[in-house]
């Protein structure tokens, strides 16, 4: 089963970028789509973004344009690239592959 630890989350004020990072144990995940989460308080767990194992993403229309998801297979790490944050921003984001429980997230907060 692949172990994922996310990191990389923290405090941005609203224009600002963040960078989160996804790392992997083992090889396995390098054949597999990964995706991106995020939950917001009070809010469902919701899909952000996906790439698949040979690098083609998809994006929620909510982070279109603003987040951008790329993936390392060398270093066993996918990232997810934030820019332009805003508040609605906020939440805690996980990472996630068909095979892995959902790890702790990082949490992720853009003040206004």
Partial sequence: QVQLVESGGGLVQAGGSLRLSCAASGTAFRFTTMGWYRQAPGKFRVLIGTITSSGSTNYADSVKGRFTISRD??????????????PEDTAVYYCKVPTSDWGQGTQVTVSS
């Fill in 73 to 86: 297979n060398a270093k066993n790490t996918v990232y997810l690239q934030m820019d332009n944050l805003k």
